[in-house]
């Protein structure tokens, strides 16, 4: 279990040897089939078929372990089984599992690589392989990365289908009748006679039998749920109020705990005085953190006055204390020692920009907090068989190891239970929750006890998306773009990251200082993009869509800004430079969906921008009116391909959201510092986008790609870049810096 130290989300470390180009793992270990965590404990008569499908005489359960995070992960797991194992939704229930090697992740050794997504070459794919085998060994369980439905769409099905042929010989066994001549429908077995043997009167002799190797997949149209819209198993629940999240669980004996950690990330605490909180009602301990203080009690609310009643003495921050001198040091890192990588350089460059005339431009993208609605939250218990923790994470097998740290026991002693998420957006993808939890049960032991954040401390103790900067200078000759010389400079979320895991920094280039921005598939003749690493600052962590979220904005408004200086059409000279076919018809099909070129209203404006992150091409259009209140965005045109798409009504939605999430954050959020604290501590201070300024959003998905893809963060990207440039096309201003509402306000 220690192993699984060595990786982190984005990046992980793999050995010299690997790294000189020698294997430290021998090809029959990474072939070595994983061990099936159901066949622990099982009771008599049930049949772990595959580490995702148990059966008994009473039920079907279908394991689903990528955490739900309010994505519907659970679902399409669920669906991507139950396609093979023909069950209809209700014939079957589902549990997370627990963290287990045989649920490592497959698809996160696609991002890992210095290489294009959609670069299939032998070295390439080598290097994917190796990664692949490397997550393997360490049992990588990650949700993340938009790679819940790219890891599971063939691992699930060949688990649903496994399942199914087996159950079917078992059936064969009973009856006589040979498997050639048997059937399945509806949760059963079918005879040639009619006569139905439902799986859960098959489980005890199917538990008796090896599992069925080498089945066969069904061809797409066959398939009765892929591809059509499903309602989520979780949507009646939430929809009604009854479904429990983390924060919602409860313990038998249980107490409630707060905390006030050192607001300075990182920072320490020098001494406290808790006299005013030690007589308050309710109160039963004060106990010492890290670099902080907890007050335990019989509820939370109380717990939360108490807490904010102890005087803390807080020592300084260990990055700068004011904002400007993060943005100082940031610009101050385009510099050759902090160059990370070259990652393009085609054409002359430097001869071009010399031809002149050069056009420039900065760009800047703030911190952000990750702010779900769900504050971060976990309950924990430490007894002598062990420790028990129930919290909603994404990295479930760190969390056993950073609890069994603290509790002084092994890994395997740590009982996980997996929680329903009220969001994350990587949020969950940090520790502090549970590791305070954790010393907090370790000096309580034998009592629960549930931490819950606050809103304010929620706030402050974010570890929020990097801040960055961008400077580019470009070149138009003869009505198209010439030359585009774009450098980017932001700090390493996945160093940060990597630090609080107790990694070093991992080897070679970090690709998230660059995504968004390298790889997009436009042929300008003389092109190069290089990214900088920032020394870290304030400790930062994975937002939804990572490094996109900051460079791709960069990259595609400065190349809307040489498209209008050339007089060219933005969406005609994006598809001139387009050299990636499934990003010429997702370009191609945004253009037909909002009537591009159709002359717009006075005082209305149109932008385009396209970004490529986790190998999805999107492609958005925003329609915006510039009012006497301010700018009223009014319509989003979204087209993008992700391969496959699972469930259209979820596909739609996560779309939607994410274009929210886009324009909300570029519109009016960002974190600042000020003596060393985050400013914004509650939602009046980080305002998204309201519900009455939510525009019209249209989608389409194609599925052109070969690969599958998933649609969780892509969407994220091209919001921010697609606003400004119809704001610039409705009123004349250039935006170059988030939050747009420091420079124009919105209605």
């Known amino acids: 279990m220690g192993r699984v130290a060595t990786i982190a989300r984005r990046s992980f470390l793999i050995g010299s040897a690997a790294v000189a180009g020698g294997v430290v793992f021998g090809i029959y270990q990474v072939k070595k089939p994983l061990a099936n965590p159901l066949a622990d404990g099982l009771k008599p008569g049930a049949a772990a078929l595959t580490p995702w499908v148990r059966i008994d005489k009473s039920a079907i359960t279908l394991i689903t372990p990528h955490t739900d995070l309010g994505q519907g992960a659970y679902s399409v797991q669920a669906a991507l089984i139950a396609e093979e194992l023909d069950l209809d939704f209700g014939q079957f229930r589902i549990e997370p599992g627990t963290p287990a090697p045989a649920y490592y992740n497959r698809a996160l050794s696609g991002e890992q690589v210095p290489f294009n997504s959609h670069d299939t070459s032998a070295s390439a794919e080598a290097m994917r392989g190796v990664i692949g085998g490397v997550f393997k060994l360490m049992g990588l369980m990650v949700t993340g990365g938009s790679s819940t439905v790219p890891d599971s769409f063939d691992k699930l099905r060949e688990a649903g289908a496994t399942a199914r042929e087996t159950l079917k010989l078992a059936a064969s066994r009973q009856s006589g009748v040979p498997v050639a001549q048997l059937k399945t429908a509806r949760g059963a077995v079918l005879l040639p006679d009619g006569k139905a043997l439902k799986y859960t009167e098959l489980a005890e002799v199917a538990a008796t039998l090896e599992p069925v190797q080498g089945v066969t997949l069904r061809e797409p149209s066959a398939w009765r749920l892929i591809g059509k819209p499903m309602q989520r198993l979780d949507i009646v629940a939430k929809s009604t109020g009854t479904l429990r999240y983390g924060i919602d669980q409860q313990a038998e004996g249980m107490l409630h705990a707060a905390v006030k950690v050192n607001p300075r990330q990182g920072g320490t605490l020098n001494r406290y005085d808790d006299a005013k909180a030690k007589g308050l009602r309710g109160v039963k301990h004060i106990l010492p953190v890290t670099n902080g203080v907890a007050v335990v009690a019989d509820n939370s609310w109380r717990a939360f006055q108490a807490v904010k009643a102890i005087d803390c003495d807080w020592g300084p921050a260990p990055y700068p204390a004011e904002m400007k001198d993060h943005w100082a040091a940031v610009a101050a890192s385009f510099t050759p020692e902090r160059l990370d990588k070259q990652w393009r350089n085609e054409g002359q460059v430097e001869q071009a920009l010399a031809e002149g005339p050069v056009i420039e431009a900065e760009y800047r993208a703030p ?100 801040i960055g900067m961008a400077r580019g200078k470009g070149v138009v000759k003869n009505g198209q773009v010439h030359a585009l010389d774009l450098q980017v400079a932001t700090v390493s979320s996945s160093a940060s990251q990597a630090k609080r895991l107790g990694q070093a920094k991992p080897p070679g280039a970090d690709g998230q200082l660059a995504a968004g921005a390298w790889n997009q598939p436009f ?225």
């Open 367 to 466: 911190y952000l907090a990750h702010a779900p609605l769900e504050p971060l939250n976990a309950i924990v218990r430490v007894a002598d068989d062990g420790v028990d923790v129930w919290v909603a994470h994404q990295m479930p097998r760190f969390v056993q190891q950073k609890v069994a740290a603290i509790a002084g026991v092994k890994p395997e002693q740590v009982r996980y239970h997996q929680q329903y998420a009220g969001g994350s957006f990587g949020h969950r993808l940090e520790f502090e929750n549970v590791t305070l939890c954790a010393e907090i049960a370790k000096q309580l032991r034998g009592t629960p006890v549930k931490l819950t954040f606050s809103r304010e401390e929620d706030f402050a103790h974010d570890f929020p998306r990097q």
């Open 523 to 747: 042929a300008v003749p003389h092109l190069r993009m290089r990214a900088y690493q920032v020394p870290e600052l304030a400790p930062t962590s994975s937002w939804r869509s990572v490094g996109a979220s900051t460079q791709g904005f960069f990259a595609s408004a400065f190349l809307d800004e040489l498209i209008h200086a050339a007089g060219a059409d933005p969406l005609q000279e994006r598809l001139r430079l387009c050299t990636h076919a499934v990003s010429r018809k997702v370009l191609e099909a945004v253009g037909e969906m909002s009537n591009w070129g159709a002359k717009l209203a006075p005082g209305r404006g149109r932008g385009l921008a396209f970004v490529d992150s986790f190998g999805v091409p999107v492609a958005e259009v925003v329609e915006v009116t510039k009012t006497d209140k301010g700018i009223r965005i009014d319509k989003v045109f979204v087209a993008l391909d992700v391969g496959r798409v699972v469930d259209p009504v979820n596909f739609d939605n996560h779309v939607k959201g994410a274009v929210v999430w886009g324009l909300g954050h570029a519109m009016n959020c960002e974190t600042t510092y000020a003596d060393g604290m985050a400013q914004q501590r509650n939602f009046p201070q980080f305002q998204g986008m309201r519900l009455d300024q939510c525009p019209q959003i249209a989608v389409r998905g194609l599925e052109n790609d070969p690969h599958i893809r998933g649609v969780g963060e892509p969407p994220v990207p091209p919001a921010a870049p697609a606003l400004a440039a119809a704001i610039f096309a409705a009123t004349g201003q250039r935006l170059r810096e988030m939050p747009f509402s420091k420079f124009v306000g919105f209605v």
